[in-house]
Structures are given as C-alpha cells and as structure tokens.
C-alpha cells in the first residue's frame, strides 16, 4: 500500500500564458449512460469518445459482472446488448468504486429483476446517502436494503441490496433535482407495469431523457415538464446504434477557469458538450465577465456539442444560486477558483447538495481556497468568497480527499500562485487522467507524478 509520502504528486509552478487548442475526455455522465444503455440494446453498440476515468470502467466492469460482454480499448467499446432479460445474477457484490452514479443507476436497473444484487464501494461511496433512490423503487416494488448509519438514522448507505420484483409504475415527486435519482427511477419504470411519471423539483440535466429518447425508449416530455415512461407493449430492448460521446464539459471547466485566470492566455477546447441543463458554469463565467466565445458544431444524441475559447480576464464577483446553481453543480469547485481569482465578492447558494458528493465539497473548497490566501465564509448551503484580485494565490499541499474536482480545483489555483502546490495525481484519476498532460501541452509549469 502507498504511504502519504509515497503518493504520486502533480508539482504546479506560476505559469505562463496558456495556448492552443486541446479536447477534454468523453462527458462523464454521457459515458455511464452509453455504457448502460447500451447494454440494453438488441445487439452490439459501438461507443467512441467515451471516458477513461475510474468512474465509467466501475460501470464497465459491473456490466460484465451482470452477464453484458463490453470490451474496451482506449475511448471505444463494443457493447453486447442484452436487453433488460438479459442480465444474469452477479457471482459477487458489484463494486462500483468512488461512482455515485454507477452505483444509483445500477439500484434503477436491477430493481425489475428477479435476482438478488449487492452494490458496494469504496470509503467515499460508502458515505454517500441512497435512501433518495431507495424509497421510490420500493414504491415500485423492489426490496431495498442498506447500511445503517447510527450518526443519520434516517438514511441508508452501501452496501446497499438490491431484490429485484414486478414492479409498478408511479407518479412521484422527486424531494431534490437529481439527474441520477431521476436517472435510476426511469431505469426501473422502463421495466415496470403501466405507466410513470417523474416530477422534479427544478430541471437537472437530462441527458437520460435526450439520450433514451434517441435510442427509442417510450419516454416523454409533457408540457409541465414532467418525464413520463410508458413501456406498454414495447419490447424492452433499445435500438443499437453507434454513440459518439462529446467531451466532458465539467473537465473542460477548469482548463477555461485556467485560461481565464492566467494572464495572457488563449485556450479552445474542441468538441465539448454544451447540454443547456448543465452548461450553468459558461454562463457564470461570462457574468463574471470572462471572455468567452462559444461555437455550436452541431448534436450527438440529440446532446448540442460545439468550441469553447476562453481569453485571460479581468474577473469580478457574482452571484450563483437557484437554477443557475444546479445548472452548474459539479463545476462549483472551479468555479470558486474563479472566484477566488476575481475581484470581489462571489456568493454560492442553493448548493445544501454539494455536502454529500465525493467530499463535503462546501467544507473542502473552503478549506483550499483559505490555504491559497482567500477569504471565504462558509454557509449551511454554500460560500461567500471574497476575491484574491490582483494578490497571487499561495501554493501548498493540495487535500482533496479522494475528490477529483477539489485536485483539480488546488491545480488550476496553483497556476497563479508565487509558490510551488503540490496536488495528489491519482485523485485526479477518476474523470480526467490526462488531466496534467493537457496543461502542459498549453504550457503550463508544472511536474507530472513526482514524489
């Protein structure tokens, strides 16, 4: 096992003017819905441009664990659909890693099967609450168990046990805007009796919806926004087709924050998906006057997909809360670099969702930008950030726990800074592997994997 002292580090220096043009690995979140939905395709589905994170092969290889031949190489699988009736009992708990959305979407899978699952991860997963999924699938008819949790009595934690039953269809209220709750209960309604209907509370990202839709599933929209699933008569398979995933835009975040925030800078970043109910941060960014120019090239999937060109700015506070904060809830990590490289104030709000990712993403964006030399006021629902301005960050330690986005996030704040920062590499291993090798190719200063 790696001692602390023996962890792998990214060593990033105050760099110079960021150039040219790069691309950003396959969506994330599109990546686990290729991967998925293909497997429930009548016959084999080709898939390019997917991601090579931890998180998407954990949905790879709980996919063969359920009996689905995916082989990968690279960006591309091959997937052997099997259709809903396909799946066969795991021989061993599903380990789903550090992937919250593996392990939920895998709950709406499996919860219209006849067989008995257990789902499983590691120390970060295992602290993540499932009770959100549970409920509404055992409305349906599924028999859901977890771990209890003396300190949160009132929810349940992975392991989590999936038996699979005939399940019903429902009209549910979704208590929060989850697009894997939301994801995880169409699964389950796409193999139920009748007919069900999904209302949130505000709209997360539907990239199920535009997806499934494409791939001829009986799914909806009404006028009131509601999802609507109806598998009356259908015959439980998706059409196989080819799936191009579009680059993932949460990656590609940070190295536009990076290009914003480093004087003299110019970076595009080709072939990213600009989904409107996840592109929040483009336009955070923009209110805080940052120069961006955004070109559509077209769909994949029925997702928009197009360039990004950031330009160093001269940055100033805002405010991100409402729908603009959903819109933009994973990228609030780079988001708050900007923040912290702006001038004034910045307030984060409406983002009580963000205690209960990979980290307590509230209480370690805090916590590093304070390290960097910011002032920040935490909030039971997100951060007060007052702006650094033309005062260079400090480097350091970089703690991200485990957290992919917090690595990143000490990374692109250690561009600026007058001191060296040291940041974990593997954490940052999960969604964006080449992650180190991209900045340096725009000129970055930094050392890959030193120790």
């Not at 994949?300 to 360039?307: F, L, T």
């Amino acid at each position: 096992m790696t001692s602390p002292a023996e962890t792998p580090l990214i060593r990033v220096r105050r760099s110079g003017p960021l150039r040219g043009s790069c691309r950003v690995p396959g969506d994330k979140s599109i990546s686990h819905r290729a991967l998925l939905f293909g497997a429930l395709a009548d016959g084999a589905v080709e898939a390019s441009g997917l991601g090579q994170g931890g998180d998407n092969l954990s949905t790879a290889a709980a996919l063969r664990a359920l009996g689905v031949d995916v082989q990968i190489a690279g960006t591309d699988a091959r997937i052997a659909g099997v259709g809903f009736a396909g799946l066969r009992p795991p021989a061993a708990p599903l380990d789903c890693g550090n992937s919250g959305t593996t392990i939920r979407l895998l709950m709406g899978l499996l919860a219209g099967r006849s067989f008995e699952s257990e789902l499983f991860g590691d120390a970060s997963l295992t602290r993540r609450p499932m009770r959100r999924v549970a409920d509404p699938l055992r409305l349906m008819g599924a028999t859901i168990d977890g771990r209890q949790d003396p300190a949160r009595p009132n929810d349940i934690f992975p392991p989590v046990r999936v038996k699979g039953g005939s399940l019903a269809g429902i009209a549910y209220d979704l208590p929060v805007a989850s697009a894997q709750l939301k994801s995880a209960l169409v699964l389950a309604a796409l193999s139920a009796r009748g007919r069900t209907e999904l209302r949130e509370p505000a709209r997360s990202r539907d990239h199920t919806e535009r997806m499934l839709g494409f791939l001829g599933a009986p799914i909806s929209i009404e006028a009131s926004g509601a999802i609507v699933v109806d598998p009356t008569g259908w015959n439980g398979r998706l059409r196989a087709v080819r799936i191009a995933v579009p680059g993932d835009l949460s990656s590609a975040t940070f190295l536009i924050v990076a290009a914003l925030t480093v004087p003299g800078s110019d970076v595009t970043v080709e072939n990213v998906g600009l989904n409107p109910t996840r592109a929040g941060a483009l336009d955070v960014l923009r209110a805080m006057g940052g120069d961006l120019e955004i070109t559509p090239a077209g769909e994949a999937m029925g997702e928009p997909v197009g360039r990004v060109r950031a330009r160093a700015s001269r940055l100033r506070g805002t405010r991100v809360d409402g729908d603009l904060a959903l819109r933009a809830i994973d990228e609030i990590p780079a988001l708050a670099v900007a923040a912290a490289r702006a001038e004034g104030e910045t307030v984060f709000a409406d983002l009580t969702e963000l205690r209960v990712k990979e980290s307590d993403r509230i209480v370690a964006v805090a916590r590093e930008l304070r390290r960097a030399g910011a002032a920040v006021e935490e909030r039971p629902d997100g951060l007060v950030v007052i702006g650094l301005g033309d005062h260079a960050p400090s480097g350091g330690a970089v703690v991200p726990e485990h957290d992919h986005r917090i690595a990143m996030a000490g990374a692109v704040l250690g561009l600026g800074a007058a001191d060296e920062t040291a940041v974990p590499a593997a954490d940052i291993a999960t969604s964006f592997p080449t992650f180190a090798r991209t900045l340096a190719e725009l000129g970055a200063t930094l050392a890959e994997a030193s120790r």
